[in-house]
C-alpha cells in the first residue's frame, strides 16, 4: 500500500471463526445473566413469574453456552489465540504490578494480563456453572446435601461471573478501537502499538515490507 | 505464524483449579451455607438497605411463580373449596379456616434443587381434618391442590394428604401468610420438597387417582418426599 511504516493501516486481529464465536457467546452468556436475575430476585420473578420458561430458557442457554466455544476449536487462528491467552509470562507478572502499565513501558502481547485472567476465570466459572447447574436441573443425579452444595457453589460463581461481564463490558465501552477490533475483525496499528506493542510488532514488520 | 507463546501455562492452571474447588464447594457447600447463613442472618434482619437480599448470601427465600403476576385475595375475596369424590363438598372463607383447629410447628423449607431456609414457624389447618369433614369416597385415591394463579396444581396420595405435617397453613412467621408467600392461604408439607407446598391455594379436589401436577409433569418427582 505505502511504503515505510504504515502508521494509518489497519492490522488484522480476529479472524471470522472467533467474531462469530464471541458473538454467540456473549448473546448465550447475556441470556443466561438475564434469566437468573430473574430466578434469583424474588420481587423481579413475582412480577414476571413464568418460572418454567425462564428456566428453561435459562438452562438451555447454559448448555448451549460452551458449544461455540469447543467448535471454535476448528479454527486454527481461534486455536492459536488460546494458547496466547493460556500462557503467563514474567511481563503479565509486571504489568498486573505496574502502576503505569497503560504507560507502554512494558511490552504487551495480542492480550494483556488483565485480559487473560478474565478468559480463564470466564471459563472455569462457566465449567462450574455447567456441572453445578447440571445437578440442580437433573434432580436425581445427586443426593440432597450436594444438590445444595451445588446451589451454594452456582449462586456464588454467578454472582462473580455476573461481575466479571460487567467489567469486561465496562472495559470495551471506554475502547471503541477494541469493540471495532471484534466487530469487524481490524483495528488501527496506531491502536495495536499503543495498546499491545508486542503484538503490532509480531503482525506489522516493517522492514518485511518490500 | 509464530512459534508458539511463550510463558507458563497458567490459564490451564487456573480453569482446572476453579472447576476442582467447584467440586470441593459441591460436596462441601451445604455446611459452608449453614454456617455462613448463622453467620450473617443479624447482618441480613438489621439490613435498612434490603441490598443483602439481592445477592444469594446465606439460606434466603427465593419466590417462584409459574404464571405471570398473580392477583392477590384478601380475606373478604378469599375462599377454599373442598370438592370432587366427597361426601360433603365444601366452601370456606378465611375467617371457616381460623376457627378451626390450629396446628403450629417450626420447620425447614427445603427446595428440591438444594436451597432451603431453617427454622420456619407455621400454624394453619391440617389437610386430615378438612378431608375428614369432607368424608372421601370409598374410590378415592388422591387428592389434587389448586391454585387461584390459575395454572398451578400438585398432586398427593390420600395417604400423604393426611400426614400430621401437612397443614393449610394461614400464618408464616407468626402472622399471616404473605402473597409473595402465596397468602392468604397456602400449603406446607413438611415431610415434602417445597414444590408440593401449593402456593396462593384456592382448591382441594378429591380425585380417583394420582395423576402428576404442574412440576411432576415437569420431570419431578411424584411422591416429592425430602430424601427420597
Not at chain 1, 472467533?18 to 430466578?39: D, F, K, N, Y
Not at chain 2, 420456619?120 to 389434587?144: F, K, N, Y
Not at chain 2, 392468604?184 to 380417583?208: A, E, F, N, Q
Request: hydrophobic share 45%.
Amino acid at each position: 500500500m505505502s511504503e515505510g511504516p504504515k502508521v494509518g493501516a489497519d492490522l488484522d486481529r480476529f479472524v471470522r471463526a472467533e467474531r462469530v464465536v464471541h458473538r454467540l457467546v456473549a448473546i448465550l452468556m447475556g441470556t443466561c445473566l438475564v434469566t437468573a436475575v430473574i430466578l434469583y430476585n424474588g420481587s423481579i420473578m413475582l412480577a414476571v413469574g413464568h418460572r418454567h420458561l425462564v428456566e428453561t430458557i435459562h438452562v438451555w442457554s447454559g448448555l448451549a453456552l460452551p458449544v461455540p466455544m469447543l467448535v471454535g476449536l476448528a479454527s486454527a487462528a481461534y486455536r492459536f489465540d488460546l494458547r496466547r491467552l493460556n500462557r503467563f509470562t514474567s511481563s503479565d507478572w509486571s504489568w498486573l504490578r505496574s502502576r503505569s502499565r497503560r504507560g507502554g513501558t512494558i511490552p504487551v502481547g495480542k492480550f494483556n494480563a488483565g485480559q487473560k485472567i478474565n478468559a480463564w476465570l470466564v471459563a472455569g466459572a462457566t465449567g462450574v456453572l455447567l456441572g453445578t447447574g447440571a445437578l440442580m436441573y437433573w434432580t436425581g443425579l445427586v443426593r440432597l446435601s450436594w444438590r445444595s452444595g451445588a446451589t451454594f457453589v452456582h449462586d456464588w460463581s454467578a454472582l462473580a461471573l455476573g461481575l466479571l461481564v460487567i467489567g469486561h463490558t465496562v472495559y470495551a465501552f471506554r475502547d471503541p478501537e477494541a469493540r471495532r477490533g471484534m466487530r469487524t475483525g481490524r483495528v488501527s496499528a496506531r491502536w495495536a502499538r499503543a495498546e499491545h506493542a508486542a503484538w503490532a510488532d509480531e503482525v506489522d514488520r516493517p522492514e518485511l515490507d518490500p | 505464524m509464530a512459534a508458539g507463546p511463550e510463558g507458563a501455562p497458567v490459564g490451564r492452571r487456573v480453569v482446572l483449579g476453579l472447576l476442582g474447588l467447584g467440586a470441593v464447594g459441591v460436596v462441601t457447600g451445604s455446611r459452608i451455607q449453614a454456617w455462613l447463613s448463622s453467620a450473617l442472618a443479624p447482618v441480613q434482619l438489621h439490613d435498612p438497605t434490603g441490598l443483602s437480599g439481592l445477592v444469594p448470601l446465606g439460606d434466603t427465600w427465593r419466590y417462584y411463580s409459574v404464571t405471570g403476576p398473580v392477583a392477590s385475595r384478601d380475606a373478604a375475596s378469599y375462599s377454599l373449596e373442598v370438592s370432587g369424590l366427597v361426601g360433603r363438598p365444601a366452601t370456606y372463607s378465611l375467617a371457616d379456616l381460623q376457627a378451626l383447629p390450629q396446628t403450629s410447628f417450626t420447620d425447614t423449607f427445603q427446595c428440591v434443587t438444594g436451597w432451603r431456609v431453617p427454622d420456619v414457624s407455621w400454624s394453619g389447618v391440617r389437610v386430615a381434618d378438612l378431608l375428614e369433614a369432607a368424608a372421601p369416597a370409598t374410590d378415592a385415591v388422591g387428592v389434587r391442590f389448586g391454585s387461584f394463579d390459575g395454572t398451578y396444581s400438585v398432586n398427593m396420595t390420600l395417604d400423604q394428604a393426611r400426614r400430621s405435617d401437612v397443614i393449610v397453613a394461614l400464618t408464616m412467621y407468626g402472622k399471616p401468610v404473605t402473597h409473595a408467600h402465596g397468602g392468604p392461604v397456602r400449603i406446607y408439607s413438611g415431610s415434602m420438597y417445597g414444590y408440593k407446598s401449593t402456593k396462593w391455594l384456592s382448591k382441594i379436589d378429591v380425585t380417583p387417582n394420582n395423576r402428576p401436577g404442574y412440576w411432576e409433569d415437569r420431570g419431578y418427582p411424584l411422591n416429592g418426599i425430602i430424601g427420597e
